[in-house]
């Protein structure tokens, strides 16, 4: 079993409307959580942690489910500069501290 | 630009070459990271420094490649011997100490083998 997985896509939405996906992680020791967002050939950016209590920032809303070992991010009213590879990371602790990623979901927001 | 800074940006090569990519972290930032990426992944750990220690290398990272971060501040990833398969992006992070710190990337350096 992969370690980060997340659904490729892409999702082709309508601008405006709210898409949703999930990532799930197997790794229970894991200790934090983040969306990266990626535009083709660019770097990863950080576009939010995701804290236990759930977090929203702006358009943004993330969630853990630590039971279930899933993440999700939601966006809402989505512009067409949302589309990109959105970036499921988990960080294990342990000695690496080093971040995995999912494959990311590829996210196409069309007019 | 405050940012993490990576040079070259683009690095073309024949195939048993050396190359040697160079990495400016964040400058108040402790810990450093090397990342490698190819098309339709995500980035994969290859190693990571806090201050000058090398901490941690990848099982990715084979006796070919060696990273170095002498002084604590910029950091090194020299690729000996280039093989086809190393064809791929190499993506410098830091971050603050701390597992819940987040990373901040540089733009990359993109490696082609011929």
């Known amino acids: 079993r992969k370690e980060v997985e997340q659904d490729p896509g892409p999702f082709n939405v309508p601008e405006g409307a709210t898409v949703a996906f999930n990532c799930t992680y197997s790794?229970?020791?894991?200790?934090?959580f983040f969306w990266y967002r990626q535009d083709c050939r660019k770097e990863p950016k950080l576009l939010m942690s995701v804290y236990s209590s759930g977090n929203e920032d702006g358009r943004f809303t993330a969630q853990l489910n630590r039971a279930s070992q899933y993440i999700s991010l939601l966006i809402r009213d989505s512009k067409l500069s949302d589309s990109a590879t959105y970036l499921c990371?988990?960080?294990?602790?342990?000695?690496?501290?080093?971040?995995?990623f999912g494959k990311g979901t590829h996210l196409i927001i069309q007019p | 630009d405050t940012g993490v800074s990576q040079n070259p940006r683009h690095k073309i090569t024949k195939r048993g070459q050396n190359v040697t990519f160079r990495c400016d972290p964040i400058s108040e930032h402790n810990r450093l990271y090397w990342y490698r990426q190819t098309l339709g992944q995500g980035p994969e750990f290859l190693t990571y420094f806090q201050n000058e220690a090398q901490l941690e290398k990848s099982r990715l990272l084979s006796d070919r490649f060696s990273a170095e971060r002498p002084k604590g501040s910029f950091s090194t990833l020299e690729i000996q011997r280039t093989e086809q398969g190393d064809s791929a992006m190499y993506l410098c992070?830091?971050?603050?100490?701390?597992?819940?710190?987040?990373?901040?990337f540089g733009d990359g350096t993109r490696l082609s083998i011929l």
């Open positions: 990371v988990v960080n294990s602790g342990g000695g690496a501290d080093g971040l995995t």
């Open positions: 790794n229970s020791a894991s200790q934090s």
């Open positions: 992070a830091s971050s603050l100490l701390g597992g819940n710190q987040p990373q901040h």
